[in-house]
Structures are given as structure tokens and as C-alpha cells.
């Protein structure tokens, strides 16, 4: 058979010239991807191999003047469970979703009972439904718990999942179904956490995905620190992470609060406003050496009318009309214009004192027949008539320089706070364009506190710096920035004025705010134990037609050796009067110079108290540490132990000496916390695995679980405390930080209070 050449070598051919080509395709591509498109398969490589992620630092902490943590990050969990399995296979499918259901529907009860005794606020019955639905759902992913109503968060009101602690997590592990890994997940999540739960909250701020107000907000490129930049590269079919740019975490930001003296003015202030049926109210406690802000309090009554609750920060924006305190401002920069004397005065005809038709200024205490007041006893008074006589009669001609004035004492003045929520004051000025100045109608008004609205801050400052003999500071929130416990950057207290007036015209100012508690308008509030200097005021205002009184009573203590400063403002329906604010500041003022147990031993006993005070049961080992920092003998079983830590007993008098005896018990029992105070009734009560609820305030009287029963931990007890324990032969003065009970203000003290305006 003859070869067929002619049919077979074209095909040939044509087949070899088509590998040919191919060949020549391929090593032309190989070229291009090897030099032109080197570049792009380059980043293709790179892109599999390769990731680039950030890495987020921790935010720092905020923290009180004694280091004490006010805001820290803390991780949480949300906690989800799966229902339907993940496994691929379907031998795996079927033999993993078998053990969670057997260990779901044989266990349910004792899951619902377990998660009810972590969480006693979940009800087991919807639980169990809810649980029901999301199995029969066969849902992936299903949050733990039921969706809950956020409280602090903002906004207020949306949905989110129950976050849980790692001490809860832990519980929970414990559980049937709960305990296998691959049906329930716990993520992790970095939430803000305030120690001291809402305490001075409007101050602090919030931060929840983001810083949103108050210190959080100001100081957010402090706390929030830098990221750090990392990639992933795969060698030799590993992944190794390397750092291309290292984190930096945020810096600890210390703040001049106090926490101890931040409690004592919000419990005092809450007191007071649910005792007068207050609508609002605000308090400032300021050190008068460096004008550090120790306390700052704003609360407002909640919208269902019980309690009350942080609103907006009114100590730095309410912007509000000062009433009376603004009057000695006014005598202040009329002395030292030399204008006036301390001596001179004006004879005053009646209540009512017509500066035009239809322009009139009142007081509130009737004045028989036309008298002679001076200075003194105008502030003392709190005299409208006398004090817009006078203002009048040396600045009717040139009512810009007592506007000036103002300004130059420190009143006015623009602090330039760092935090946000500050207004700077406003007063009527006849250069101000946004409003018609009628000099006989705005004048009066202004120097009995009318025609201006200023914050507080501003109020208490100038009043600190009174005490200050005219050394005014602008007000410190922060002390500095810290890391790892050193401090990086310090903020040293900056002056004001060097001098807000002469020297004689701050003592006379200081002898009237001295006389106004001894003799005058709050003589009903002086304190036995504290002497302390200030002002009343009341400004009247109508909202939505019904009349409020903004009252404050605002000064500093001791009076001889100022140490804080204070305002305490509210506003209520009428009739109100700035004495009322008074008995705060006194409550106040004696519960922090208790607190102070350098000036503890200095406070005035009443006739026949014992000079050992009251000493309740608890913590013995800081009753002795109280009793020795006061000089007071005592005898005590235990001397001293490793970390302080708490050894719980009882006192007893033997003699004149506290003796202060161990209590024995064991951690199976519950404990005898009668007679404890409350901060270490729930200590104790707490370790132990109990759940504390607390009724009133005060001491603990009852206990709902008795003494001996055997311990189970999640077991809720409740704790029954006395307001006030009258014991026979007692003192009146309490230990720290309770303050000395005071009577309450007596008719004449609410009548002489009236003039305040």
C-alpha cells in the first residue's frame, strides 16, 4: 500500500505550524507577564499573600485626683448559640446536631433556672419561649438572651444584646449546652466602664463606638491613642505577621474630681431637691488654693416625676439669671472704683423703690418707716432697694464702667474651660447692638443680679476667689496626662487675677459674707461644727406661666481658713428662698471637712458629747486607721494585715477606749451585717456570692436571710436601712463621711431669708 504523501503533509504541516505559532504565543506571553505586566501580577501575588490590617490601640483611662479610675475599657461578651450545626459532612451533620438537641430538650429547665439565678432580672417563663423559638427556628447565630432596652447608651431606647462579664461567661460555660464551644460563641467587645457607675457622668462624658460629650469628648486624641499598622506575608507556606508601624495606646487623663467628695454633693443635693420638691439643681465644690473643680453635680427630675437624673450639664451652661449673689459683685467694684465706702450707706423709705413709671424695685420683708443701712448691712440683708440706690447713684452717668467693673472682678469673665458644655456670661452692655439699653431700667436690675445670665462655674469661681484674697484662678478639670502611672504632661493652675480687687475692699467683702451667715439673711443654716461664709439669692422667672425661683446659696468654707469653695443652685415652683440652698451647703460642707481628718479634730463638739465618735461595725482595720490618723486611743485585736486586707467585726466602749473585736464566721454561712454601713455590708455580702438589694439609707437594721443560713451563691438578700439610729448618750457628730445631723431651719430663718432676690 503506497504512502499518501500528498494528503498526509499538508495536514503535517499545517498541525506544525499551528505548534509552531502556540509556542511562539506562549514564550511572547511569558515575556510580557516578565516585563511589561511584571508589575500587575506583582500586586496579584501580593494580594493572596499579603494583608495589611490595622491594629487598634486601648483608650486610656480617665482618672480621679487620687488616681482612683473613673472610665476604663473593659471587655465584655456577646454571647450568641447555634442551633443548627455548621458541619459539612453529613455523618458529622447528624451526630452533632443529635447531642445538641439531646442536651438541649433533656437539660432545658436547668439551662433556664441557671441563667435566671446569674441574671435574676430575666423572667424564666418568656426565656424558656424565647429559647423555644430560636431552636425550632433552627437559627444560626441567635443572641443569647432577648434584646434589651439600652439605659446609657445614646440614643437612649434602641435595641442591643446583653453584654456579659467573664465572671458570666464562665457561669455560663457551666451549663448544659452552653458548655459545648461549637454551639455557643462569646464575642468579645471593649466597652467603656465607669467604676462609679453615673457619678459625675456629665462631666466624665460617654463613649460608646464613639466619644460623644464631657472630658471623653474633649480629651478624645488623648484617650483614643494612635494605630499601629501590621500585615500578614506568607514564606515558605507560613503566615508571619509582621509590624510595620507599632501601636500607641491612649494616655490616662487625671482629673481634679474627687470621688469621695463628688458622692457627698450628689447624695446631699439629691436630699435636698427630693425634701423641697426641687425641679432642677447643680452643685460645684471648688479648692480655693488652685481653683480645682473637687465636685461637679447636675440633676434634673425625671420625666415620671421619681427621683433624679443627670440631664444636661447646667453647672457650666445654665445660662441663668444669679439673683442676690450677684450683689456683692457689685459693692466689690464700687469700692474699689472708690465710690463707696463700707461705711457709706443709704436711707431706705419703703419696700418698693421707683426709678421711673412703671420701673420699680422691691424687697420681700416689709420696712417700717425710712432707715438708714450701710453696706454691710445692705449685703447683709440682701437689701434690692438699698443696693440699686446706691449702683444707681454713682453709675447712672457712666453705666459702662460698672459693666467693666464686672468684668474686671472676675465675674464675667471668660473662663475658656476645655469642655464644651461651657457658655461664657452674658451682660447687658449699652454696647451690645442685639439689644435697646435703657440705662434706668437695666442698671437697677443688673446689680441685684437681673439683666445677666451666668453660669455657675463662673458664680462659685469669683467667690473662691474672694475667699483666695483676690487671687483668682481659672477652674481645673485636669491635672495632666499619665502613662504607665507617670505623669507625661502636667497642667499647672493658671491665674485669672492676680488681684480682682484692693486688699481692704476683699476683707470688707469677706466680713459681709462672714455677717451674712452669723447675723443676716442665712443665720438659720450657720453649722455648730463648720463656720462658713456666703450669699442667698432668689431670681424670679415665669415658665410657661407659672413662677419659679432660681435659688442658690453660694460661698466658702472655713471662714477663717477658706479651703472649698461651693454653690448649690435649684429651681422650684414658687415661694422658694436662697437659706434653703444654705442648709445643703452646710450638710455639705460638714460632711467634707469630716471627711478631711486633718480638720476633723477641729470641729466643735456640743456640750457633753463624748470626743470618740460614732463608730459603726464593719471593716475594723480602716476604723483603726481612722481612729489612729484623729489622735483617738483605741484598742484592737488584729494589728495590722497583708494588703489591708478587710477584717470584719463589731466595737464596743470600754471606758473611754473603742474596743474594736474580730467577728468570727466562715464563708459558708452568712455574716451578721447588722450595724454595718452599707458600703461594707454589700462588700461582704458581694464577696460571698450573695446578690444585694438595698431598701432606704443609713445604717443596716435588718437583713432578710438570718444569720447562720448556709450560703447558696446567687441567693438574693435584702438589706433594711435606718435614716437616722438615735442612740442614747451618743454624739451628734458621725465619723466620715457622714456629717453631723442639723436641725431644720426654723420660720424666722425662712422669713429673714425672704429678702433675698
Same mark, same amino acid.
Given at each position: ?5 500528498? #494528503? ?98 433533656? +437539660? ?8 435566671? &439565678? ?112 501590621? +500585615? ?33 454633693? +450628689? ?22 488654693? @488652685? ?54 450707706? /443709704? ?13 420699680? =424695685? ?37 453705666? &459702662? ?14 473662663? *475658656? ?40 462655674? @463662673? ?11 483676690? #487671687? ?11 502613662? @504607665? ?49 456666703? *450669699? ?34 435649684? &429651681? ?28 476633723? @479634730? ?89 446578690? /444585694? ?19 447558696? *451563691?446567687?441567693?438574693? =438578700? ?8 438615735? #442612740? ?11 456629717? !453631723? ?5 426654723? !420660720?424666722?430663718?425662712? #422669713? ?6
Amino acid at each position: 500500500m503506497n504512502f499518501p504523501s500528498k #494528503k498526509i503533509m499538508p495536514r503535517f504541516s499545517l498541525i506544525s505550524i499551528l505548534f509552531i505559532l502556540a509556542c511562539a504565543a506562549v514564550v511572547v506571553k511569558a515575556f510580557c507577564v516578565m516585563t511589561i505586566e511584571r508589575k500587575e501580577w506583582n500586586e496579584k501575588r501580593k494580594a493572596h499573600t499579603y494583608r495589611e490590617y490595622s491594629i487598634s490601640p486601648l483608650r486610656g483611662d480617665i482618672l480621679a485626683s487620687d488616681g482612683r479610675i473613673l472610665a476604663t475599657m473593659m471587655p465584655q461578651y456577646d454571647v450568641t448559640i447555634d442551633f443548627c450545626t455548621y458541619e459539612r459532612t453529613r455523618k458529622t451533620i447528624l451526630d452533632d446536631q443529635h447531642r445538641r438537641d439531646t442536651a438541649y430538650l433533656n +437539660h432545658k429547665d436547668e439551662i433556664v433556672a441557671g441563667v435566671h &439565678q446569674i441574671f435574676p432580672d430575666i423572667d424564666t417563663v418568656k426565656y424558656n419561649k424565647y429559647l423555644d423559638s430560636c431552636f425550632y427556628a433552627r437559627g444560626r447565630g441567635c443572641p443569647a438572651f432577648p434584646q434589651q432596652v439600652s439605659t446609657i447608651s445614646y440614643p437612649r431606647g434602641q435595641k442591643r444584646n446583653r453584654l456579659v462579664t467573664y465572671m458570666q461567661l464562665c457561669e455560663l460555660r457551666k451549663l448544659p449546652l452552653f458548655k459545648y464551644r461549637s454551639s455557643v460563641g462569646a464575642h468579645e467587645v471593649k466597652v467603656r466602664n465607669m467604676p462609679h457607675g453615673r457619678l459625675a457622668g456629665l462631666t466624665i462624658g460617654l463613649f460608646k463606638d464613639s466619644a460623644r460629650y464631657g472630658i471623653e469628648k474633649t480629651y478624645d486624641s488623648i484617650l483614643a491613642g494612635k494605630p499601629g499598622r501590621c +500585615h500578614n506575608e506568607k514564606v515558605r507556606n507560613r503566615i508571619m505577621s509582621v509590624v510595620d508601624q507599632p501601636v500607641e495606646n491612649g494616655l490616662d487623663v487625671m482629673t481634679t474630681l474627687d470621688i469621695d467628695m463628688q458622692d457627698i454633693c +450628689h447624695q446631699t443635693l439629691v436630699d435636698e431637691m427630693m425634701r423641697l420638691n426641687a425641679d432642677s439643681g447643680n452643685c460645684i465644690l471648688m479648692d480655693v488654693t @488652685n481653683g480645682d473643680v473637687k465636685a461637679i453635680v447636675s440633676l434634673r427630675k425625671r420625666k415620671n416625676g421619681q427621683g433624679y437624673e443627670e440631664g444636661v450639664n447646667y453647672s457650666l451652661c445654665g445660662m441663668q439669671m444669679p439673683g442676690s449673689v450677684f450683689k456683692p459683685c457689685s459693692f466689690m467694684v464700687a469700692m474699689d472704683d472708690g465710690r463707696i465706702k463700707m461705711t457709706d450707706g /443709704v436711707t431706705i423709705q419703703s419696700t418698693v423703690h421707683t426709678f421711673s413709671p412703671g420701673n420699680s =424695685i422691691k424687697d420681700d420683708h416689709a420696712i417700717k418707716g425710712a432707715k438708714w443701712q450701710n453696706v454691710l448691712q445692705i449685703i447683709e440683708g440682701s437689701l434690692n432697694t438699698g443696693t440699686s440706690i446706691m449702683i444707681w447713684n454713682h453709675y447712672k452717668d457712666d453705666p &459702662q464702667a460698672f459693666i467693666d467693673g464686672v468684668e474686671r472682678v472676675g465675674m464675667s469673665a471668660d473662663l *475658656k474651660l476645655p469642655l464644651r458644655a461651657y457658655h461664657k456670661p452674658y451682660v447687658a452692655s449699652p454696647k451690645d447692638k442685639r439689644r435697646h439699653w435703657a440705662n434706668v431700667w437695666d442698671l437697677p436690675r443688673l446689680s441685684i443680679g437681673y439683666s445677666s445670665q451666668i453660669p455657675p462655674i @463662673n458664680i462659685v469661681n469669683f467667690y473662691a476667689g474672694i475667699a483666695n484674697n483676690g #487671687k483668682l484662678f481659672y477652674p481645673r478639670f485636669i491635672k495632666g496626662y499619665m502613662k @504607665n502611672g507617670q505623669m507625661v504632661q502636667e497642667f499647672p493652675p493658671q491665674v485669672l487675677r492676680k488681684q480682682m480687687a484692693k486688699p481692704e475692699v476683699i476683707a470688707y467683702m469677706q466680713d459681709a459674707l462672714r455677717a451674712v451667715v452669723q447675723t443676716g439673711t442665712a443665720h438659720g443654716a450657720a453649722s455648730k461644727y463648720v463656720p462658713f461664709s456666703g *450669699k442667698t439669692g432668689t431670681a424670679n422667672m415665669r415658665i410657661q406661666g407659672i413662677r419659679y425661683n432660681n435659688v442658690t446659696f453660694v460661698g466658702y468654707f472655713p471662714s477663717y481658713q477658706p479651703r472649698y469653695a461651693l454653690i448649690v443652685n435649684m &429651681q422650684k415652683p414658687s415661694p422658694a428662698y436662697g437659706n434653703m440652698c444654705a442648709h445643703a451647703f452646710r450638710i455639705i460642707a460638714e460632711r467634707i471637712m469630716a471627711r478631711n481628718q486633718g480638720q476633723r @479634730n477641729k470641729l466643735e463638739m456640743p456640750e457633753g458629747s463624748s470626743q470618740v465618735p460614732y463608730l459603726q461595725a464593719g471593716n475594723i482595720m480602716a476604723t483603726s486607721r481612722s481612729l489612729q490618723s484623729l489622735g483617738i486611743p483605741f484598742i484592737c485585736e488584729v494589728q495590722k494585715t497583708a494588703n489591708n486586707v478587710p477584717v470584719w467585726g463589731r466595737p464596743q466602749m470600754d471606758a473611754t477606749e473603742p474596743h474594736l473585736m474580730k467577728t468570727e464566721s466562715t464563708d459558708s454561712v452568712v455574716p451578721d451585717v447588722t450595724g454595718y454601713g452599707l458600703r461594707d455590708a454589700v462588700y461582704r455580702l458581694e464577696s460571698l456570692g450573695l446578690r /444585694v438589694q438595698v431598701k432606704g439609707q443609713g445604717t443596716v437594721v435588718l437583713q432578710s436571710l438570718a444569720a447562720g443560713t448556709t450560703i447558696k *451563691k446567687g441567693t438574693r =438578700i435584702t438589706l433594711t436601712l435606718s435614716n437616722e439610729r438615735k #442612740k442614747k448618750n451618743k454624739p451628734v457628730a458621725p465619723a466620715a463621711p457622714k456629717a !453631723p445631723a442639723a436641725a431644720p431651719s426654723t !420660720p424666722s430663718a425662712a #422669713k429673714s431669708a425672704g429678702s433675698a432676690v
